[in-house]
């Protein structure tokens, strides 16, 4: 998941923001000293009963500190997972929600009244009960714009939560949202009494009330837990230690799963999926998690949007993926992938057209393109990279290519200093309902800050019609307001995306019970035992 800002949050807010996210995480970097296990030689197997140690393999550094209301990172996201519980949590695996801190779904009052119970003995980690109070605490956080948090986006629609007694909560909400019950799994219950101490030490050191403990993490090595054992809610931990090794090199962190150093890895290489199915288990799991080409429309060569078109038509994007995925990606026929029970054909789909993407170029008045292409350097990103320009130059399009890291990548998209974007992004983490994945990428910060096109009349009325969509009670009215969308960003084009790719994850199923790949970067160790 590459580096993230709130939808709506000013630059000079944001970067005074990060700026609290860099010294928490320069302070996270210094927890090793902390304590926590160094090795697996203390009773690495267990019985899948609480007892044993869980290594794993990562392929992402700690890019950000793990405060659930600002965390970006996908390693510190897939950590909170295990660490603080929402009053409704979506399944890793399924994307489904269910109750955690509450005891039922949130009970509908009326059309915008609901309210919700706390389990009873729920503990955050240092002993204290979770109370009303700081439920009502994260959910303020997460609303207050002079926070900038990452959530607010998705949370629109509350006006108000108030603690009815020490253990209900009620919603108020400006006006009625049909996915209000799942939605609000975006939103972790932190101890107000802690965070108010000390946000930046939160930020570094988290405190939740799920499963597991936050131990030690060390930026680029490691990031260690112990089970809870006051726990009492629905996913008690299976395993005594977990040790999430930080390998962002592909061979390193096929060497350690071969070796058997860990137990799972993410991010297999495509390449290595066949060698590894030789001892491992592996599988394959189509995601919506994107590749996307996103376009600096305040460039007058972009502003045209035959000229975004044409980039489109120009790619070979089945041999891409045959290529350099091993056919581990699915090419895009609208935003979300055909696997997706809300997908929609997009009225335009981009073939291998060589021929109208010259032609398109034609009619734009554009000739002799050339521009610089940014791209991140993950490993099937930059395996991709070549085959973009190779795709490009058939077509007469002179592509430069710029391949660095994530964040500094993005430091130059938000300062305006680039042409065209190609990286990769999975906003499904979050929820996987049609509204939060199109608010993502096309309400907010991505149009108005990153690809400049909030002027257009194509995105004011891509907002009209999310936000009559969100407002509508009617499942039909929704999905066909949905369709509209997918039809106007796939002729659009700003931002768009070339494929849906394959999430790779290898496990050694004779070590663990009950582990399941995810449609999302990152592992789930939730419910799974260290036999």
């Not at 980690?125 to 986006?153: C, K, W, Y």
């Not at 297999?268 to 996307?292: E, N």
Request: with cysteine.
């Amino acid at each position: 998941m590459p580096e993230l800002r709130p939808a709506g949050v000013e630059r000079r807010t944001f970067l005074r923001y990060t700026g609290v996210i860099g010294a928490a995480a320069a302070i996270t970097a210094s927890l090793s000293a902390c304590g926590g296990p160094s090795s697996t030689a203390d009773g690495a197997a267990g019985k899948g009963d609480g007892s044993g140690t869980i290594e794993a393999g990562l392929s992402y550094p700690l890019s950000t500190g793990f405060d659930p209301m600002i965390t970006s990172g996908a390693t510190p996201y897939a950590a909170n997972m295990h660490i603080f519980e929402g009053l409704v949590d979506l399944d890793p695996a399924t994307l489904v929600a269910a109750p955690a801190l509450a005891t039922e779904m949130p009970k509908k009052i009326n059309a915008t009244t609901y309210r919700a119970t706390l389990r009873d003995g729920a503990t955050f980690h240092d002993g204290s009960p979770v109370t009303a109070e700081d439920v009502v605490f994260s959910f303020e956080r997460i609303l207050d714009p002079r926070n900038s948090s990452l959530m607010a986006q998705f949370v629109p629609f509350i006006d108000t939560i108030t603690a009815v007694d020490t253990k209900t909560v009620e919603f108020k909400l400006k006006y009625a949202f049909a996915l209000f019950p799942s939605r609000i799994a975006v939103a972790r219950i932190v101890p107000k009494k802690i965070v108010e101490a000390d946000v930046k030490g939160f930020d570094a050191k988290p405190v939740g009330s799920g499963p597991y403990k936050f131990i030690s993490a060390t930026r680029e090595d490691k990031i260690v837990f112990e089970k809870y054992d006051t726990y009492n809610g629905p996913h008690p931990a299976k395993a005594k230690k977990m040790i999430w090794r930080l390998i962002a090199d592909q061979s390193a962190r096929v060497s350690a799963m071969q070796s058997g150093r860990v137990q799972a890895i993410e991010d297999v290489p495509y390449i290595d999926v066949a060698g590894l199915a030789a001892t491992a288990k592996t599988d394959s799991v189509q995601s919506f998690g994107l590749l996307f080409l996103m376009f600096n429309t305040a460039d007058k060569r972009f502003a045209d949007k035959r000229v975004r078109q044409a980039l489109h038509y120009a790619l070979d994007t089945e041999k891409i993926i045959k290529t350099a995925m091993v056919g581990n990606a699915s090419a895009a026929t609208g935003y979300v992938p055909a696997t997706h029970p809300e997908y929609h054909k997009a009225a335009t789909v981009y073939t291998h057209d060589v021929a109208k993407a010259k032609k398109l170029l034609a009619e734009a008045g554009v000739k002799d393109l050339k521009f610089t292409v940014l791209t991140t350097d993950t490993g099937w990103v930059k395996d991709i990279a070549p085959l973009l320009k190779e795709s490009w130059a058939a077509a007469g399009i002179e592509a430069k290519l710029d391949i660095a890291q994530s964040a500094a990548q993005y430091a130059k998209v938000d300062t305006g200093k680039y042409e065209v974007l190609v990286a990769p992004g999975d906003p499904s983490v979050f929820g996987n309902d049609v509204d939060l994945l199109l608010r993502w990428f096309y309400y907010g910060l991505w149009p108005e800050t990153r690809y400049n096109w909030s002027k257009s009349a194509e995105y004011k009325k891509t907002k009209q019609l999310l936000d009559k969509a969100a407002q509508s009670a009617d499942e039909a009215t929704r999905k066909q307001l949905w369709g509209e969308v997918t039809d106007l960003i796939a002729d659009e084009v700003p931002l768009y995306p070339i494929l849906h790719r394959k999430l790779p994850t290898a496990w050694n199923d004779k070590a663990l019970t009950g582990f399941k790949p995810l449609p999302t970067t990152g592992l789930s160790f939730v419910d799974v035992g260290r036999a």
